[in-house]
Nanobody, 116 residues
Framework: QVQLVESGGGLVQPGGSLRLSCAAS????????MGWYRQAPGKQRELVAR???????EYADPVKGRFTISRDNAKNTVYLQMNSLKSEDTAVYYC??????????WGQGTQVTVSS
């Protein structure tokens, strides 16, 4: 069992920045991908960014050039730095991780609201 605890969400004006964190604990062996999905009201959940262990990050087109995903394996933590935020980025952001041979684990979600 892996537990993912998210933090860093909040209310920000357009053009502002937020940094999301997601710390994994519990049975954290064989961690592979870590990343972020988001879900806005009335929309499907979509992949925002992901990064494999020892690999390069990948981003959804709407956030390329604005968001940066990184991970600190010593802390079992993944981050999402969000710059130049737009109202379209408003959503609940969910951290996830994959483990080889096990089911996907999900964080509890953190609300990001971009509004003037």
């Amino acid at each position: 069992q892996v537990q993912l605890v998210e933090s860093g969400g909040g209310l920000v004006q357009p053009g502002g920045s937020l940094r999301l964190s997601c710390a994994a604990s519990g049975s954290i062996f064989s961690l592979n991908y870590m990343g972020w999905y988001r879900q806005a009201p009335g929309k499907q959940r979509e992949l925002v960014a992901r990064i494999p262990n020892g690999g390069s990050p990948e981003y959804a087109d709407p956030v390329k050039g604005r968001f940066t995903i990184s991970r600190d394996n010593a802390k079992n933590t993944v981050y999402l730095q969000m710059n130049s935020l737009k109202s379209e980025d408003t959503a609940v952001y969910y951290c996830y991780c994959t483990r080889r041979g096990y089911s996907v684990a999900w964080g509890q979600g953190t609300q990001v609201t971009v509004s003037s």
